[in-house]
T-cell receptor, first 115, second 107 residues
Framework: EADIYQTPRYLVIGTGKKITLECSQT?????MYWYQQDPGMELHLIHY???????EKGDLSSESTVSRIRTEHFPLTLESARPSHTSQYLC??????????????FGNGTRLTVT | KNEVEQSPQNLTAQEGEFITINCSYS?????LHWLQQHPGGGIVSLFM???GKKKHGRLIATINIQEKHSSLHITASHPRDSAVYIC?????????FGTGTRLTIIP
């Protein structure tokens, strides 16, 4: 049973629309991540957060933005979708407490198509 | 240059063969994860290890900290093992993903 949830699972949207991809986890993890993955390609980190009100850009430049107002919620927003944003977006979470490192937990992903 | 290198990039084998996927990293780790991604896109964490060896069913993961190298082994491989296997270096609070190994097991 998934402890990290992403919605929607699939999204087809027109150019210029604003969209928000949702990611929620029930494990109380401080660390959350957004990855972008094109078919058959590597995962690329686009945003991460180490706790409430903490967000950072990742290794891959992205026109998206994120927020972390609550521990369990890490939404990703595209203000104006473009066809180049067509990709799969994966959310993940983990935790380090003293010497204990939790495994990475991934959501099922959102497959976004911008027409 | 990716700090986490996997080999091979692609591997095709017959059902029943013993499979080895390798992962080398260049910076220190807090933990190394092995992930499995199926064609549908879902990702499952297989192992997380920082030393020694772990076994789960037909899967075995080993790590050599001194050599900065980890291996994932699959015994008695099966077509349902066909997936992309990814190692992830969790070091200094930064995650670095390997490029992935695409495994195809032929019946």
């Amino acid at each position: 049973e998934a402890d990290i949830y992403q919605t929607p699972r699939y999204l087809v949207i027109g150019t210029g629309k604003k969209i928000t991809l949702e990611c929620s986890q029930t494990m109380g993890h401080d660390k959350m991540y957004w990855y972008q993955q094109d078919p058959g390609m590597e995962l690329h980190l686009i945003h991460y957060s180490y706790g409430v009100n903490s967000t950072e850009k990742g290794d891959l430049s992205s026109e998206s933005t994120v927020s972390r107002i609550r521990t369990e919620h890490f939404p990703l927003t595209l203000e104006s979708a473009r066809p180049s944003h067509t990709s799969q977006y994966l959310c993940a979470s983990s935790e380090i407490v003293q010497d204990f490192i939790s495994p990475l937990h991934f959501g099922n992903g959102t497959r976004l198509t911008v027409t | 240059k990716n700090e986490v290198e996997q080999s091979p990039q692609n591997l095709t084998a017959q059902e029943g063969e013993f499979i080895t996927i390798n992962c080398s990293y260049s910076v220190g780790i807090s933990a190394l994860h092995w992930l499995q991604q199926h064609p549908g896109g879902g990702i499952v964490s297989l192992f997380m290890l920082s030393s020694g060896k772990k076994k789960h069913g037909r899967l075995i993961a080993t790590i050599n900290i001194q050599e900065k190298h980890s291996s994932l082994h699959i015994t008695a491989s099966h077509p349902r093992d066909s997936a992309v296997y990814i190692c992830v270096n969790f070091g200094n609070e930064k995650l670095t993903f390997g490029t992935g190994t695409r495994l195809t097991i032929i019946p």
